[in-house]
């Protein structure tokens, strides 16, 4: 059965400090989706990132970026220069091929409070 | 495009009532997806449809029933609302399942449900 963790409920930082979001994941797959989506206040879910498994290269994407590890089953996201903006839950989720990519199984979030 | 619209935003029910919630996709979408929202628990899949006319069951299915009667129009019922119903209900759509190159789901903006 696949499954998701976000060890970290609740991250409070100061605005301009890095912050990085832990993901760990378990499946018996070999091919596999990862995901991130982001949730503010507001309440909607904003689509981030999708990596595949057999891509392990590292995104960039602004202050963004994401770490995939296969060998350690992470896929670790960082905000680097941290702005009060990113204030949100971010979830991180997973998709197995076995499954057609129906079941996307999310971990419980993180709780990011970037303070002023 | 409005994408993914849900309606009602909100909604109090007392225990035992019935309600039903319409999730409609102008995105021509196959794929369409009933999640729930509890605080630390992330996103857990209700049911899900890959298609007009067919639906199936995903992690947490008993208590609530589904229809894709229309492509478009994804419903969730609740028969006898009960007090652990009590949550924020996201749609989501997709082109195809998330095994498909890129693809990724496009979420609703939720809805929250209170069962007294």
Known sequence: ?116 | NAGVTQTPKFRVLKTGQSMTLLCAQDMNHEYMYWYRQDPGMGLRLIHYSVGEGTTAKGEVPDGYNVSRLKKQNFLLGLESAAPSQTSVYFCASSLSGTGSTNEKLFFGSGTQLSVL
């Open chain 1, 1 to 116: 059965a696949q499954k998701v963790t976000q060890a970290q409920t609740e991250i409070s930082v100061v605005e301009k400090e890095d912050v990085t979001l832990d993901c760990v994941y378990e499946t018996r797959d070999t091919t596999y989706y990862l995901f991130w989506y982001k949730q503010p206040p507001s309440g909607e879910l904003v689509f981030l990132i999708r990596r595949n498994s057999f891509d392990e290269q590292n995104e960039i994407s602004g202050r963004y970026s994401w770490n995939f590890q296969k060998s350690t089953s992470s896929f670790n996201f960082t905000i680097t220069a941290s702005q009060v903006v990113d204030s949100a839950v971010y979830f991180c989720a997973l998709s197995e091929a076995s499954n057609a990519g129906n079941m996307l199984t999310f971990g419980g979030g993180t709780r990011l409070m970037v303070k002023p």
